[in-house]
């Protein structure tokens, strides 16, 4: 795919006139799918796609255009062609953009991961074999995902990776489930199988009878999962420059110095990390490391070439939506080994789901716990949890409510296969609140 | 196009037990200005195929860009494969599963099309409402945006089916937020969830102008109010909050492919279970749910679903009773129950499963001032802004983005932040009253989330104003 594109957008470059000058970006991928339910195959295919966008500048109009490519090149290039001078004859009818930065300088890279992944079929054989007498449900997705960028300046990037992720839950009954997953580049049936008798006996704690207990506060265990899914809901919206700009950052009262978290909470964008792209949007290099709480205060923005134009600071390469790709949390004190014992009696939380905003300048949040949520006794996990929603604000938890992060920290994959296959990641510690607000 | 690849794929068509073609040609254009500037134009062209293989009892899809013969006939074998390698694995005999062969044509009736307005007039519109929405030093904020879509597809079946149709969509928004210094509020047409199929005589019904200045005004408005007081009573809905309503506490429910457990990795289960239908009080006498995919503009009305199902309208719920589920025709014959036309993919590059489509609650007998008259304390709210319901779509949470207190029988002040929760199973049993036509509209949103791999898609839901007891209520921190 890489040498398709780079020949289609110079195949384009060379059709430009003037001082016109393109911009030409690349998203594909090459991915099996199979959907499991009952430890049986309820859907199984493959996806193959390359979506094209092209941007044409001229001075500081511009318009773009996004296209399905075929793989046949001669077609393809006569699409792009024709997309071309579809938005070369809308650009007269556009105002002058105040806010159009693009990258000028070229800095090229290429990061090709090697393709040592297995068959799907036969690895989607040994998960029924491993899961033989579970209830497992999920997903296996596997294959090439790949993203490129090209200009008429001579900047070139490319990125592919091969990977594969099963993201899977075995369940005892109705909502009493355990979720799992495994996620790589090289498949190992032993690990699968490992991580199978684990799913056995955490099973077992399930199937004793859940325990209710009354809406109030709760000494809780968010593991690095849950603590996941209160920093994506942070990502909505939360760490971008536009938002905090125009005031509707669920943060904003930490970037405007109103309120605080616990010293110990820092938070950065590490595209370093490697487990995506480098090469940013217009074309910009992302830096290794962008600082976004330090300390518990608020310490930087992720910024788009647009925000950046807007508001007359550098970008850091952020995608338009200014979300973290590569988010990272810092690890604490706690070993993970002692969760338990400074647990006490309280709530273990290996999921949270479905979480949104009931007062989102005050960044307070509700949601649900989901898959094993477990009652502690003393140290010692007695039983299961029914569901429970919590209402509490991100402020309170990670602020006077923190109790201690742990050292270690988990590499979480996204499962996410919206439009096509996430390259997004997360680096998270479990974290010991205090008072955490059970409501219904 | 279609026409000449889909004959192509007949002329070939493989030695299997059933086999299905769907072409799909989506062209988007996004136009937004965001305080009065506008953002890059968004021009999308997204076509693609989508094989489906039951063969020797399994199922296996292919989907490609490739639409060339060799593309195509690669596909329709890497789908061939998948059913076979996974035929012994599979989670029933889709070989056994009843697929149709439908004919037939649909198209969204249009009487602006899209292509009639230039760019410039569009961007002009957008120019107007962006500017009569800055009206006040504390909006912060504010933005105003058309997105049109066309979706054409054709599905050609190995039994001779063949099934053409095309969707015009449009999706006008306007928003507003407002700050103090400390609190920002945000106020948005329908809280974005206006969005029909239709051409541009739907700016005819929905004058942009207007309602920019009509949020911004409330956005202030919403700034200088108290929050929503903690309380227990009455609830009285407006239909783009009753949209939300329905669609998480009752669309997702009764979804049959969660029922069946599918999605319990991914969106989660259901309270409902297969013995339920036909028996389960769901609410009160007042509540008729109905699927209906022929209302005319309607976010997702259709012709037939994506296995080539012709749609109808079926009530789900009647009386309060639970009818049906929203099953599609491999979901029934999983379940051995009937469901509806519900089978649909987000696009050509996804298989499709059970979806929502269009879910209406039919319209009752009180006009709004015979709701609002019923209620001695209450409040009344409008606007989705926050939504949060567990696995089995049951405990919920929602926050709205406007609300008026109801005080002896007459809407009261403006609150702001107002947020209510509730389960599901005992919500729509305090149902007390329904709204009459002259409260129902018509709504949708483009983004319902579902499936793995992971799908959104467009739903419609239309909803009278509908009054709930006993429903706890509070606003911010």
């Not at chain 1, 090459?30 to 859907?43: E, P, T």
């Not at chain 2, 976010?299 to 199902?309: E, I, K, N, T």
């Amino acid at each position: 795919m890489q040498s398709a594109f780079y020949a289609l957008s110079d195949a384009l470059v060379a059709d430009l006139t003037g001082d016109e000058v393109l911009l030409t970006s690349f998203s594909g991928e090459s991915s099996d799918f199979v959907r499991l339910n009952h430890g049986k195959v309820r859907q199984a295919g493959s996806v193959e796609q390359r979506v094209f966008t092209l941007q044409l500048v001229v001075g500081q109009r511009h318009a773009s255009a996004s296209l399905v490519l075929s793989g046949d090149a001669e077609a393809d290039r006569a699409r792009g062609r024709e997309a071309l001078a579809e938005v070369r004859q809308q650009i007269p009818l556009l105002p002058e953009d105040p806010h159009l930065l693009y990258a000028t300088d070229v800095v090229s890279d290429e990061s090709i991961g090697a393709d040592t992944l297995p068959d799907s079929a036969s690895a989607i054989a040994e998960v029924v074999d491993a899961a033989d007498g579970l209830d497992l449900v999920g997903i296996w997705a596997a294959g090439a995902v790949h993203r490129g960028f090209a200009n008429s300046l001579g900047q070139r990037n490319w990125f592919t990776t091969h990977s594969f992720h099963l993201d899977w839950s075995v369940y005892h009954r109705a909502d009493k489930a355990t979720k799992q997953g495994y996620a790589g580049t090289a498949w190992d049936g032993d690990e699968l199988r490992r991580r199978m008798a684990q799913a056995r006996v955490e099973l077992d704690v399930l199937k004793r009878p859940a325990k209710r207990v009354e809406p109030g506060e709760y000494r809780v265990y968010l593991a690095p999962a849950a603590v996941e899914e209160i920093a994506g809901l942070l990502c909505w919206g939360g760490f971008g420059m536009k938002n905090q700009k125009s005031k509707r950052s669920p943060l904003q009262r930490l970037v405007d110095g109103q309120e605080t978290v616990d010293p110990r909470v820092t938070l950065s964008e590490h595209p370093g990390a490697g487990l995506g792209p480098q090469c940013g949007a217009g074309g910009f290099a992302r830096p290794a490391r962008v600082g976004l709480v330090t300390e518990g205060r608020h310490a930087g923005s992720l910024v788009s070439p647009r925000s950046a134009q807007e508001f007359g600071v550098p970008t850091n390469g952020a995608n338009g939506s200014e979300t973290p790709e590569s988010l990272e949390m810092e690890g604490g004190a706690l070993s993970r080994d002692d969760v338990l014992s400074e647990l006490g009696t309280g709530v273990w939380v290996n999921n949270l789901w479905y979480l949104n905003y009931s007062d989102l300048p005050a960044c307070r949040m509700t949601g649900m716990t989901r898959f094993a949520t477990l009652w502690v006794e003393d140290g010692e996990i007695v039983a299961p949890l029914d569901v429970m929603r919590f209402d509490d604000s991100f402020y309170r938890m990670f602020g006077d409510g923190l109790v201690a992060l742990t050292r270690e920290r988990e590499l979480l994959l996204s499962a996410s296969t919206y439009s096509q296959r996430s390259t997004v990641s997360a680096l998270l510690p479990g974290a010991l609140i205090d008072g955490f607000r059970f409501t219904l | 196009m279609f026409e000449t690849i889909a004959a192509r794929f007949r002329a070939d068509m493989p030695a299997v037990d059933f086999c299905s073609l769907r072409l799909v040609r989506e062209r988007s254009q996004e136009i937004t200005l965001r305080q009065g500037v506008l953002e890059p134009v968004g021009n999308s062209d997204d076509v693609g195929a989508m094989v489906v293989v039951h063969h020797q009892g399994g199922i296996g899809y292919a989907a490609t860009g490739d639409l060339s013969p060799s593309g195509l006939a690669a596909a329709t074998e890497r789908a061939r494969r998948w059913a076979e390698r996974t035929a012994t694995m599979a989670v029933t005999d889709f070989s056994a599963v009843p697929m149709p062969h439908p004919q037939g044509t649909f198209r969204t009736p249009v009487s602006k099309p899209w292509s009639s307005a230039p760019l410039a007039a569009s961007i002009e519109l957008l120019t107007r409402a962006s500017g009569a929405m800055k009206v006040d030093d504390r909006i912060v904020d504010w933005d105003a945006s058309l997105w049109w879509t066309e979706a054409e597809s054709l599905y050609v079946t190995s039994g001779g089916g063949e099934v053409h149709q095309v969707a015009e969509i449009l999706v006008p928004s306007v928003s507003a937020a407002a700050n103090d210094g400390r609190d920002t509020v945000t106020r948005s047409l329908g809280g974005r969830g206006f969005a029909r199929q239709a051409g541009l005589e739907l700016l005819d019904e929905v004058d942009l102008v207007v309602q920019g200045q009509q949020v911004a005004e409330q956005a202030i408005e919403l700034l200088e109010a108290q929050d929503c007081p903690e309380m227990t009573g009455h609830l009285l809905l407006a239909p783009d909050q009753m949209m939300l309503q329905i669609h998480e506490s009752i669309g997702h429910p009764l979804e049959l492919d969660r029922i069946l457990g599918d999605e319990r990795n991914y969106a989660g289960t259901s309270f409902v279970t297969l013995d339920m239908f036909g028996s389960y009080r769901y609410g009160s006498d007042l509540l008729n749910v109905t699927f209906d995919p022929s209302i005319r503009n309607q976010l997702a009305s259709y012709g037939w679903d994506d296995d080539g199902v012709p749609a109808s309208k079926e009530y789900v719920i009647r009386g309060g009773i639970l009818e049906r589920p929203l099953g599609s025709v491999i979901s029934q014959h999983r379940a051995g129950m009937a469901g509806v036309a519900n089978s649909r993919a987000t696009s050509w590059n996804r298989p499709s499963i059970d979806r929502m489509a269009n879910l209406n609650v039919e319209p009752g007998s009180s006009s709004f001032d015979d709701l609002v008259g019923s209620v001695e304390r209450g409040v009344y709210m409008e606007s989705n802004v926050s939504w949060s319901i567990d696995d089995s779509r049951n405990k919920f949470q929602f926050g709205c983005e406007y609300g008026r207190l109801i005080e002896d029988g007459k809407l009261g002040p403006v609150v702001r932040k107002p947020n209510y929760r509730g389960i599901s199973a005992t919500f729509w049993r305090n149902l007390v009253g329904v709204g009459d036509r002259s409260t129902f509209e018509v709504l949708g949103t483009p983004f319902c989330g579902k499936g793995e791999p992971n799908q959104v898609i467009r739903v419609g839901h239309a909803s009278p104003a509908c009054l709930f007891a006993d429903v706890e209520m509070f606003g911010g921190a």
